[in-house]
């Protein structure tokens, strides 16, 4: 079983920065794709960006590529999310989520984090 918690969330100008944290626990890791999505007001939930937990493979959505950047600490079993000349399209609630490598849905969730970003 394996919990999330994000943190790092908050109010920003646009083109100001964002860390946000997702720390994982109650599991082995090393199997696992981890992701961050993100889920505006009136909008469905979309990917944002994604890597391997033990390959570090990286996926970034077109819209946040070249602007956010995800890594990991393996020590610490936490995700990154790295939020750089963010723009008021940025504004939602931030999710980090994981799956095992042999399920194609994401079947772990954390209880998300609020970004807005102001303009």
């Known amino acids: 079983q394996v919990q999330l918690v994000e943190s790092g969330g908050g109010l920003v100008q646009a083109g100001g920065s964002l860390r946000l944290s997702c720390a994982a626990s109650g599991g082995t890791f090393s199997s696992y794709v981890m992701g961050w999505f993100r889920q505006a007001p009136g909008k469905e939930r979309e990917f944002v960006a994604g890597?391997?937990?033990?390959?570090?493979?990286?996926y970034y959505a077109d819209s946040v590529k070249g602007r956010f950047t995800f890594s990991r600490d393996n020590a610490k079993n936490t995700v990154y999310l790295q939020m750089n000349s963010l723009k008021p399209e940025d504004s939602a609630v931030y999710y980090c989520?994981?799956?095992?490598?042999?399920?194609?849905?994401?079947?772990?969730w954390g209880q998300g984090t609020q970004v807005t970003v102001s303009s």
């Open positions: 989520a994981a799956r095992p490598l042999w399920k194609n849905v994401y079947s772990y």
């Open positions: 890597i391997s937990w033990s390959a570090g493979s990286l």
